[in-house]
């Protein structure tokens, strides 16, 4: 780089001595400066004195210190340090990516850093965008090699570049300049994300979008919509317009919401929950709903042995399976009322009987549910899904076995029927993870729900931690099995809470989250130093 090092005959010149003495002046100045332009958070400053140590008349010596590690949300996995004086954008700086898939992504990031996008080949003080379709690492991994006084940014895909991008941002956010060295980066788990229930509290589309760039900044993949629910359908329907509730989304808004996700790399996942959960529809047709044997209305329940209610659930699910475009749709499955009496066959009578004639004499109302959650996995994988249910719709010892293509989410097992995640993982289905005792930012705290706290998660808070507080141990919980997991904000109360509040208040949650699913392992930095960088990061947003 230009300036940057000292010719041989103006070191000879100067003697031995007197570049020696040089030496060690310039070393106790880069000192000094080194501990005087730390923030309160210990990292470097934002400005010209670090990690460029300046000899006096302007001249830089031959030599720069050993480059510290990036400060970034999640932790990078693995870092060579280098000994030159890093990137941080210049008058003449450009992103540089040829057309095609990574134009996106460098025109985000060139507008990130008021910089200008440009086809390659890249010059000094550039960042340059490069797939590399045999990189090892997965679709999500990258490699940022900084040097010469330029950055370059590969992947085998484009979500891992556009990984490496984020990168760039935190680490000039947090220090100033990228340094010198070599990145190699991934996440361990492929499904991060937030969980997000529309459906008994209206959140605006800007508002999501907010936390789509919020959740992209931390490397996060999914959002999920639980837009369904007994207080409301939160999402315009073209096949049942009459159970859309008076506040919701646009189709057109949900497009602006699912086209910024798809720049951002991340999917959306909607989730339509029955047979319970279904009041907002139940208002609109009442004759699909369950009673008990007494006559008592079964609250957001459908009666899932009248064949028109399993019309209505299917049509909209084919209806979204076409809007949405990512892999998953969800299809609930929890506490449906009916499963959750001590006697379900005495309780609901008829719903035992129609399940002895489908599936034989030793048929129970668990039978008929499971067979409702078969029936809605194919629908979904007809319209080219993959299908996700809540783990207490799952049931053991039945004459009916659910599907095992099916995700199990994994959020309790404080409700009837649940069982332990390692159940689920030994009869070897994929299990993510939505523990309520760490996940769960319920509006209101009700029913002993506490706001969980970004420290708990991050001390105590992994991949494998799927029910209470204990690592589930007795049954393999890698990426393979346990994909990853959502932090989940439900709207029980929603009143209780503003938008902005819920926003405040799942901060260092979701960046505790972003940290644990990427890496699992113990984080380097400590809570407080942690969440000083957090709030450094943000303060620069």
Same mark, same amino acid.
């Given at each position: 780089?230009?300036?940057?090092?000292?010719?041989?005959?103006?070191?000879?010149?100067?003697?031995?001595?007197?570049?020696?003495?040089?030496?060690?002046?310039?070393?106790?100045?880069?000192?000094?400066?080194?501990?005087?332009?730390?923030?309160?958070?210990?990292?470097?400053?934002?400005?010209?004195?670090?990690?460029?140590?300046?000899?006096?008349?302007?001249?830089?010596?031959?030599?720069?210190?050993?480059?510290?590690?990036?400060?970034?949300?999640?932790?990078?996995?693995?870092?060579?340090?280098?000994?030159?004086?890093?990137?941080?954008?210049?008058?003449?700086?450009?992103?540089?990516?040829?057309?095609?898939?990574?134009?996106?992504?460098?025109?985000?990031?060139?507008?990130?850093?008021?910089?200008?996008?440009?086809?390659?080949?890249?010059?000094?003080?550039?960042?340059?965008?490069?797939?590399?379709?045999?990189?090892?690492?997965?679709?999500?991994?990258?490699?940022?090699?900084?040097?010469?006084?330029?950055?370059?940014?590969?992947?085998?895909?484009?979500?891992?570049?556009?990984?490496?991008?984020?990168?760039?941002?935190?680490?000039?956010?947090?220090?100033?300049?990228?340094?010198?060295?070599?990145?190699?980066?991934?996440?361990?788990?492929?499904?991060?994300?937030?969980?997000?229930?529309?459906?008994?509290?209206?959140?605006?589309?800007?508002?999501?979008?907010?936390?789509?760039?919020?959740?992209?900044?931390?490397?996060?993949?999914?959002?999920?919509?639980?837009?369904?629910?007994?207080?409301?359908?939160?999402?315009?329907?073209?096949?049942?317009?009459?159970?859309?509730?008076?506040?919701?989304?646009?189709?057109?808004?949900?497009?602006?919401?699912?086209?910024?996700?798809?720049?951002?790399?991340?999917?959306?996942?909607?989730?339509?929950?029955?047979?319970?959960?279904?009041?907002?529809?139940?208002?609109?047709?009442?004759?699909?709903?369950?009673?008990?044997?007494?006559?008592?209305?079964?609250?957001?329940?459908?009666?899932?042995?009248?064949? !028109?209610?399993? $019309?209505? #659930?299917?049509? /909209?699910?084919? =209806? &979204?399976?076409?809007?949405?475009? +990512?892999?998953?749709?969800?299809?609930?499955?929890?506490?449906?009322?009916?499963?959750?009496?001590?006697?379900?066959?005495?309780?609901?009578?008829?719903?035992?009987?129609?399940?002895?004639?489908?599936?034989?004499?030793?048929?129970?109302?668990?039978?008929?549910?499971?067979?409702?959650?078969?029936?809605?996995?194919?629908?979904?994988?007809?319209?080219?899904?993959?299908?996700?249910?809540?783990?207490?719709?799952?049931?053991?010892?039945?004459?009916?076995?659910?599907?095992?293509?099916?995700?199990?989410?994994?959020?309790?097992?404080?409700?009837?029927?649940?069982?332990?995640?390692?159940?689920?993982? !030994?009869?070897? $289905?994929? #299990?993510?993870? /939505?523990?309520? =005792? &760490?996940?769960?930012?319920?509006? +209101?705290?009700?029913?002993?729900?506490?706001?969980?706290?970004?420290?708990?998660?991050?001390?105590?808070?992994?991949?494998?931690?799927?029910?209470?507080?204990?690592?589930?141990?007795?049954?393999?919980?890698?990426?393979?099995?346990?994909?990853?997991?959502?932090?989940?904000?439900?709207?029980?109360?929603?009143?209780?809470?503003?938008?902005?509040?819920?926003?405040?208040?799942?901060?260092?949650?979701?960046?505790?989250?972003?940290?644990?699913?990427?890496?699992?392992?113990?984080?380097?930095?400590?809570?407080?130093?942690?969440?000083?960088?957090?709030?450094?990061?943000?303060?620069?947003?």
């Amino acid at each position: 780089m230009a300036g940057t090092t000292v010719r041989a005959g103006q070191r000879a010149r100067q003697g031995p001595g007197r570049w020696a003495s040089w030496v060690a002046a310039a070393a106790v100045l880069t000192a000094a400066l080194g501990a005087c332009s730390n923030g309160d958070d210990g990292h470097p400053r934002d400005d010209d004195r670090s990690p460029v140590s300046r000899a006096p008349g302007g001249r830089t010596p031959t030599t720069h210190p050993r480059s510290s590690p990036p400060r970034t949300i999640p932790a990078v996995r693995a870092y060579d340090p280098g000994t030159g004086p890093g990137w941080k954008p210049g008058p003449d700086s450009r992103v540089v990516a040829p057309d095609g898939p990574l134009a996106d992504e460098a025109r985000m990031l060139a507008d990130e850093l008021g910089a200008e996008y440009a086809k390659p080949p890249a010059r000094q003080g550039d960042v340059e965008l490069v797939l590399g379709p045999g990189q090892r690492g997965g679709p999500e991994a990258y490699r940022l090699t900084t040097r010469d006084g330029r950055v370059r940014i590969t992947g085998a895909a484009d979500a891992g570049v556009f990984y490496g991008t984020r990168t760039v941002l935190q680490t000039l956010r947090s220090g100033g300049r990228v340094p010198e060295g070599v990145i190699d980066d991934r996440p361990d788990r492929p499904q991060r994300g937030l969980q997000l229930d529309i459906a008994r509290k209206h959140f605006t589309a800007d508002w999501i979008e907010a936390r789509l760039r919020e959740m992209a900044g931390l490397k996060l993949n999914q959002l999920g919509l639980h837009f369904s629910d007994d207080q409301g359908f939160r999402l315009e329907s073209s096949s049942h317009p009459e159970i859309v509730s008076r506040q919701h989304l646009t189709k057109a808004e949900l497009r602006r919401i699912l086209d910024l996700a798809e720049r951002l790399h991340i999917t959306v996942i909607p989730e339509i929950d029955s047979p319970g959960h279904l009041g907002a529809v139940l208002r609109a047709h009442p004759e699909l709903q369950l009673t008990s044997a007494s006559g008592t209305p079964a609250r957001g329940a459908v009666n899932i042995a009248d064949p !028109r209610a399993a $019309r209505i #659930v299917d049509d /909209l699910l084919r =209806e &979204y399976a076409g809007v949405f475009p +990512g892999p998953y749709l969800h299809v609930g499955a929890d506490e449906y009322r009916a499963l959750m009496a001590k006697n379900p066959e005495a309780s609901y009578p008829r719903l035992a009987s129609a399940a002895r004639a489908k599936f034989g004499p030793k048929a129970r109302v668990q039978d008929l549910a499971t067979g409702w959650l078969n029936d809605r996995a194919a629908v979904v994988r007809a319209a080219g899904k993959r299908a996700k249910a809540w783990n207490d719709g799952f049931f053991a010892g039945g004459v009916v076995a659910p599907d095992k293509r099916i995700e199990v989410e994994y959020w309790t097992g404080k409700e009837i029927g649940a069982r332990k995640p390692a159940e689920y993982l !030994r009869e070897g $289905r994929t #299990v993510v993870n /939505l523990n309520d =005792e &760490y996940l769960y930012y319920v509006l +209101g705290q009700p029913n002993q729900f506490v706001y969980p706290t970004g420290e708990r998660i991050y001390k105590q808070w992994n991949p494998a931690v799927l029910r209470g507080t204990q690592a589930v141990t007795s049954s393999p919980t890698g990426p393979r099995q346990v994909p990853g997991g959502r932090f989940a904000v439900w709207s029980d109360i929603a009143h209780a809470q503003t938008q902005d509040q819920v926003a405040r208040g799942i901060r260092l949650p979701l960046r505790a989250v972003s940290q644990k699913l990427w890496d699992p392992r113990r984080p380097a930095l400590g809570w407080p130093e942690f969440k000083r960088l957090a709030d450094r990061l943000d303060r620069r947003r």
